[in-house]
């Protein structure tokens, strides 16, 4: 969990490409572009995520995602609607934040899984 000094609040959220990607910009200057199909793997749905420590699932065949709408949830998080149907996880400013931070290695976890697991994008 991010201190409060670390817990930049986000200034801007966009969607970009027709739904392919989501700007996160932060006010202490951070921007992300991240990738709908990087999101909808990610997603900290339950769906993805598990109910617990070992439960997650390697979600293929998502290339082609695009976000159809963003929803606000509160004043913590959103909720984004992919275009497969996918609309449970609710995506914190921390988690978003994180996501942004730690791209590159998520992204390429996310690739050696899909190969150990014989699966594709």
């Known amino acids: 969990m991010l201190n409060a000094t670390e ?3 986000p200034r801007e959220l966009r969607l970009r490409s027709g ?3 989501l700007l996160a910009a932060f006010e202490n200057g951070e921007e992300f572009e991240l990738s709908a199909e990087y999101l909808r793997i990610e997603s900290p749905s339950a769906e993805v995520k598990g109910h617990g420590p070992g439960q997650a699932v390697t979600v293929p065949g998502k ?3 695009v976000i159809s709408s963003i929803e606000p949830v509160g004043n913590y998080a959103v909720r984004l609607v ?3 149907g996918h609309d449970t ?6 988690y978003l934040l994180r996501l942004g ?3 590159a290695t998520l992204w390429q976890a996310y690739l050696d899984r899909l190969v150990a697991e014989g ?3």
Do not use: C, I, M, T
């Open 119 to 121: 699966l594709s994008r």
């Open 89 to 94: 996880g609710l995506y914190s400013w921390d």
């Open 101 to 103: 931070r730690e791209q």
């Open 19 to 21: 739904g392919g990607s």
């Open 82 to 84: 992919f275009s497969d």
């Open 63 to 65: 290339r082609n995602v």
């Open 7 to 9: 817990r930049p609040w």
